[in-house]
T-cell receptor
């Protein structure tokens, strides 16, 4: 158990409202990720973080921002939610095993977001 | 843009049958991982393959990394209902990034 908690687990919101999803980890891992999962697309990377206040964009970052003010928390914000952002969002941490490219990802249980 | 294509997208088989899932790309990856995901949960790592041509076995599951490190396969022998789930391959695109495949949804009928 990598000690990853996502909140909320489910959320319904209206188009145009801001939404923040939280990922909390208990093991001080440096690398954290936000992915979205949609049918037929697998998991697509939104943003990732490689340390406190160090973040970078993934392949589908438009409309999303992130913040990491503490090692244990990685926040994903939808500034103005749209229906195309209806998805399941997963947070992940990388468990460093000595070589970065071999290291496994551990995922939280996801947040199901519906934008109406 | 690096892409990983998985095939088939869906697979429904009877208990005891064998199956193979493929993960293909035109890009070279440093390593490739396979994950299984069950409903309502996040993906869980099954295996990591690193060397071209590498074969790893996990009970009835056999994973192979292509010689050129552009593709991989997952073979399940004598599938069981407990193997049901979404299988995802993921390629390491450097120190930070992992590119995920489109997924194969497997259903094993008792």
């Amino acid at each position: 158990d990598a000690g990853i908690t996502q909140s909320p687990r489910h959320k319904v919101t209206e188009t145009g409202t801001p939404v923040t999803l939280r990922c909390h980890q208990t093991e001080n891992h440096r690398y954290m990720y936000w992915y979205r999962q949609d049918p037929g697309h697998g998991l697509r990377l939104i943003h990732y973080s490689y340390g406190v206040k160090d973040t970078d964009k993934g392949e589908v970052s438009d409309g999303y921002s992130v913040s990491r003010s503490k090692t244990e928390d990685f926040l994903l914000t939808l500034e103005s939610a749209t229906s195309s952002q209806t998805s399941v969002y997963f947070c992940a941490i990388k468990e460093w095993t000595g070589t970065g490219y071999n290291s496994p990802l551990h995922f939280g249980n996801g947040t199901r977001l519906t934008v109406t | 843009t690096q892409l990983l294509e998985q095939s088939p997208q869906f697979l429904s088989i009877q208990e005891g049958e064998n199956l193979t899932v493929y993960c293909n790309s035109s890009s070279v990856f440093s390593s490739l991982q396979w994950y299984r995901q069950e409903p309502g949960e996040g993906p869980v790592l099954l295996v990591t393959v690193v060397t071209g041509g590498e074969v790893k076995k996990l009970k009835r599951l056999t994973f192979q990394f292509g010689d050129a490190r552009k593709d991989s396969s997952l073979h399940i022998t004598a599938a069981q209902p407990g193997d049901t789930g979404l299988y995802l391959c993921a390629g390491s695109a450097g120190t930070y990034k992992y590119i995920f495949g489109t997924g194969t949804r497997l259903k094993v009928l008792a």
